[in-house]
C-alpha cells in the first residue's frame, strides 16, 4: 500500500513551479549538501535537530521535507511537523532520488544572502512591463516563495540596493541583466540552473516581448498586449505584480502540459 506520508518524485515534480506547490523544507546534514549544493526548487534549508524551534514558521503550509535518502531525516521531521499539526510529507527516495530522475535543481550558490526573516531582497526601476515581472514569477516560484520586491526610480536603484542590502535586476551594468540578446529572465534561468523545456519555451516567449522581436514565435504579441495592459490597469508596482503572477502561471503551464492542444468552433462541422 502506497504511504501516506510520503510523495513520490513524479507526484512533487508536477507541483514545483505551481503556486499551490508545498512548501519544501531541506534537512540534508551539512556533508551531504557539501558533496551538491543544490536544492530543490524554492526549498529552505533547515537543521533537523532544531526542528521544534523552527516548525511554527510552517502553521498553515503543506510541507514536502527533504533529506538525502528520504529515511530517519526527513520522515522524523515531517512527524514532527504532522505533530505540531501541520501537512507535511518526506520525498520519496529523498534528494538522490529526485537528482536522479533528472528533476530542477537550483545552484545554492547562486541564491543571494537572506535577510534576518529568511528573505531575498531585491530591487529594480519602478513601473514594470515584461522583465520585470517575469524575473519575480521565476523568483518566487522556484527560488524563494518569500522574496521582497522593491520598485523605485531608475536612478535609485544602485543607492537603493546599498543602503537596504537588495540585489540589483534588470538595469544597466549589474550582474542580473540582459546579457547580448537575451534578457534578465534568460539571465536568472542560466544562472540558476533551472533550465527546462517548460522555462525555455517561455523564457522565448519573454524575450520576444521584452525585446520588441515579436516574430520569434507566434505568442509574443499577446503576451505582450497583456503585460501592456496590466501595467496600464495598476498604478501600485507590487499590485500590478500580484496580477501578473497569475498571467505566468497560465503561460508557464500552457508551456508545460498544453502547447499540443488546439481548440476549434464549430465543433463537428460548419457554422450554420
Same mark, same amino acid.
Given at each position: 500500500?502506497?504511504?501516506?506520508?510520503?510523495?513520490?518524485?513524479?507526484?512533487?515534480?508536477? =507541483?514545483?513551479?505551481?503556486?499551490?506547490?508545498?512548501?519544501?523544507?531541506?534537512?540534508?546534514?551539512?556533508?551531504?549538501?557539501?558533496?551538491?549544493?543544490?536544492? =530543490?526548487?524554492?526549498?529552505?534549508?533547515?537543521?533537523?535537530?532544531?526542528?521544534?524551534?523552527?516548525?511554527?514558521?510552517?502553521?498553515?503550509?503543506?510541507?514536502?521535507?527533504?533529506?538525502?535518502?528520504?529515511?530517519?531525516?526527513?520522515?522524523?521531521?515531517?512527524?514532527?511537523?504532522?505533530?505540531?499539526?501541520?501537512?507535511?510529507?518526506?520525498?520519496?527516495?529523498? *534528494?538522490?532520488?529526485?537528482?536522479?530522475?533528472?528533476?530542477?535543481?537550483?545552484?545554492?550558490?547562486?541564491?543571494?544572502?537572506?535577510?534576518?526573516?529568511?528573505?531575498?531582497?531585491?530591487?529594480?526601476?519602478?513601473?514594470?512591463?515584461?522583465?520585470?515581472?517575469?524575473?519575480?514569477?521565476?523568483?518566487? @516560484?522556484?527560488?524563494?516563495?518569500?522574496?521582497?520586491?522593491?520598485?523605485?526610480?531608475?536612478?535609485?536603484?544602485?543607492?537603493?540596493?546599498?543602503?537596504?542590502?537588495?540585489?540589483? *535586476?534588470?538595469?544597466?551594468?549589474?550582474?542580473?541583466?540582459? @546579457?547580448?540578446?537575451?534578457?534578465?529572465?534568460?539571465?536568472?534561468?542560466?544562472? *540558476?540552473?533551472?533550465?527546462?523545456?517548460?522555462?525555455?519555451?517561455?523564457?522565448?516567449?519573454?524575450?520576444?516581448?521584452?525585446?520588441?522581436?515579436?516574430?520569434?514565435?507566434?505568442?509574443?504579441?499577446? *503576451?505582450?498586449?497583456?503585460?501592456?495592459? =496590466?501595467?496600464?490597469?495598476?498604478?501600485?508596482?507590487?499590485?500590478?505584480?500580484?496580477?501578473?503572477?497569475?498571467?505566468?502561471?497560465?503561460?508557464?503551464?500552457?508551456?508545460?502540459?498544453?502547447?499540443?492542444?488546439?481548440?476549434?468552433?464549430?465543433?463537428?462541422?460548419?457554422?450554420?
Amino acid at each position: 500500500m502506497p504511504s501516506t506520508t510520503q510523495i513520490t518524485v513524479p507526484q512533487l515534480a508536477r =507541483l514545483v513551479g505551481l503556486p499551490d506547490a508545498p512548501r519544501l523544507v531541506d534537512v540534508r546534514v551539512d556533508d551531504d549538501f557539501d558533496a551538491d549544493p543544490r536544492l =530543490l526548487p524554492a526549498a529552505c534549508r533547515r537543521d533537523f535537530r532544531t526542528v521544534s524551534t523552527w516548525a511554527a514558521e510552517f502553521q498553515g503550509s503543506r510541507v514536502a521535507v527533504i533529506c538525502q535518502k528520504g529515511q530517519k531525516l526527513s520522515q522524523g521531521v515531517a512527524a514532527w511537523l504532522r505533530h505540531e499539526g501541520i501537512a507535511a510529507e518526506s520525498l520519496e527516495g529523498g *534528494f538522490e532520488a529526485w537528482a536522479a530522475a533528472g528533476a530542477p535543481l537550483v545552484v545554492a550558490g547562486a541564491v543571494p544572502p537572506r535577510d534576518e526573516k529568511g528573505r531575498t531582497i531585491w530591487v529594480t526601476r519602478a513601473r514594470p512591463k515584461v522583465d520585470r515581472i517575469a524575473c519575480p514569477w521565476l523568483i518566487r @516560484r522556484f527560488i524563494d516563495p518569500a522574496a521582497v520586491f522593491l520598485f523605485v526610480d531608475a536612478a535609485e536603484v544602485p543607492a537603493t540596493a546599498e543602503r537596504f542590502g537588495a540585489v540589483p *535586476f534588470d538595469i544597466d551594468g549589474v550582474f542580473w541583466s540582459h @546579457r547580448g540578446e537575451r534578457c534578465s529572465f534568460d539571465t536568472m534561468i542560466e544562472e *540558476f540552473g533551472l533550465r527546462s523545456d517548460p522555462l525555455d519555451r517561455l523564457a522565448l516567449i519573454v524575450r520576444a516581448a521584452d525585446t520588441a522581436r515579436l516574430d520569434l514565435v507566434p505568442q509574443a504579441a499577446g *503576451f505582450l498586449a497583456a503585460s501592456l495592459g =496590466l501595467s496600464r490597469m495598476f498604478r501600485d508596482d507590487l499590485e500590478q505584480l500580484e496580477a501578473g503572477m497569475l498571467l505566468y502561471d497560465a503561460f508557464f503551464r500552457w508551456c508545460r502540459d498544453a502547447t499540443e492542444e488546439t481548440h476549434n468552433w464549430p465543433i463537428g462541422g460548419k457554422a450554420p
